[in-house]
């Protein structure tokens, strides 16, 4: 996948990616409750995966905010024209194998690869991750609904997204998902995690409101 370099001289973010750059823990995130009720409806009615489609969304929602699709390489900033996703899937064993995918094609195709993918990443399970510095880190803790999640991050900082969502709860006649996204602050302010929420909101609201189901 192509990328270009972001020219940091007219990049109207310089002195604040200077500033968090410093930082010990550079590291900006939060966690909101996204409303799924349609969505989570129109997985039961296709017979698809939730898990699946939630992180379909919300690998297009990352992409369509730019920001979240740039890395911190040595003293420069790179722009990738595209992020996949690395996702955690859960093993017989009670340990856990990284899954890539890339959520370009459209919603009833990308469910029955992504579900081949899952199943071959089962059969050769692996932590190693090629090409990681373009990638988005997505994982799920499907057994606890939660308000604030705390992540694992490297030393030094990397600057890969991480995307995280737990149980979705029921309240009166909405069912709201927590849904945690981590980003390197030398790279995203509050602006750009609000513009992927807001993305997330669409892509969701166009899966329930007007995808076919998969065949």
Known sequence: MSFHVVDLSRDPRRAQFDYFRSLANPYVGVTVPVDVTQVLAWTKRAGSSFFLTVLYAAARAANAVPELRRRVRGEAVVEYDRCPTSHTVALPDGS??????DAVLPLAEFLPYAAAEQARAMEHPSL???EQERLLFVSCVPWLSYTALVQPTPVPADSNPRITWGKY???GERTLLPVSLLANHALVDGIHIARFYQALERELADIAGGCEPPA
């Not at 856990?96 to 995918?101: A, E, M, N, Q, S």
């Open 128 to 130: 190693e991750d090629q």
């Open 169 to 171: 709860d029921r309240q």
């Open 96 to 101: 856990y194998c990284y899954c890539r995918l």
